[in-house]
């Protein structure tokens, strides 16, 4: 009979393994991916977890609390930056998780709606990252890790977007600004005016608030700025307000090329800028071969 309760539900899966097919040969790949489910597997007994089930190359476990289950997430992702034989072959993983209610079959296999969300973690998260709902972290209490805002997504079954955040697992955080999730208060500059930037591409003008959700840009329908190009990652850069400042963030593949004033092109790769005065942002390509879809912003 099944059972519902409140549990972790964590997904992980290996980032790239299609290429490391084409690269390696199937007999080669299929043994890296069972190294990697394997490795995974320890982390998540270390962590009082389950193994529900792995298909291909990802991984499905279950942890009874919350912190259970951020803290296995991010010992994965340790785990894989430390080991030679993982760092050789330049393997990595994405992971998502959620914690919530889930209906648990006498088999041991788990489903309900913390399943679905927290499979849309998974499949939000890019190589190297974990991705949870806003809920799932505010919910943890004790000695937690940072985490940096990104913004909402939608969920099937779900009427709204949800707030999502993505969890800092590196030791060494100094080259990064972190935020932990939620609302923003507004900023004002030095004579007392509010923050406002201003994005206009293609004829069309965006104005950005202190309180403004942030700002997506990609390749897919969903992001506020579409650029429709193949060198742009479906959500690839986002623009967001925090600690008194606009910050452009880049999420993307082929990253996001900056030019602050009369400055020198800045290519920005996983990482963030801040936007002053005004300049002009290029998502996947250099200014000199993305002419028609470069973006101008003004910061005041």
């Known amino acids: 009979m099944s059972q519902s309760r409140p549990q972790t539900i964590l997904f992980a899966d290996v980032s790239g393994s299609t290429r490391l097919f084409e ?18 597997s320890g982390v998540c ?10 298909i291909g190359d990802e ?43 889930a209906l648990e079959e006498a088999d041991g296999d788990v489903y309900g709606d913390a399943v679905n969300v927290a499979a849309r973690m998974a499949s939000l998260a890019k190589r190297e ?3 949870t709902t806003a809920a799932t972290f505010d919910g943890l209490t004790g000695k937690v890790p940072e985490a940096r805002s990104l913004g909402k997504a939608r969920v099937s079954g779900k009427l709204l977007p949800i707030a999502i955040v993505d969890l800092v697992w590196q030791e060494d955080t100094s080259g990064m600004t972190l935020v932990q999730a939620g609302p923003r208060a507004g900023s004002k500059d030095d004579t007392g005016a509010e923050s406002v930037l201003r994005l206009r591409h293609r004829g069309e003008l ?4 202190p309180d403004s959700e942030p700002f997506l840009m990609g390749r897919e329908p969903g992001n506020q700025l579409v650029v429709e190009a193949d060198w742009v990652s479906r959500t690839h850069a986002m623009v967001e307000f ?39 942002i290029s998502l996947g390509q250099s200014f000199a071969a ?11």
Not at 28 to 35: K, N
């Open 23 to 40: 690269s390696k040969g199937d007999v080669e790949a299929r043994r890296l991916i069972a190294l990697v489910l394997d490795a995974l």
């Open 45 to 54: 007994a270390q962590h009082g977890g389950r193994v529900i089930k792995t």
């Open 59 to 101: 991984i499905m476990c279950t942890f009874p609390r919350a912190m259970n289950g951020v803290l296995a997430a991010c010992d994965m992702q340790r785990r894989l930056a430390r080991d030679i034989v993982f760092v050789r072959d330049n393997l990595a993983v994405r992971i998502g998780l959620h914690h919530g209610d």
């Open 129 to 131: 990252q974990v991705v």
């Open 206 to 209: 965006v104005e950005l608030r």
């Open 242 to 280: 925090k600690r008194g400042h606009f910050m452009l963030t880049d999420r993307s593949t082929n990253g996001t090329f900056v030019r602050v004033g009369e400055d020198d092109e800045l290519k920005l790769h996983r990482d963030e800028v801040h936007l002053r005065k005004s300049g002009t």
């Open 290 to 300: 993305n002419s028609g879809d470069v973006i101008h912003y003004e910061a005041g």
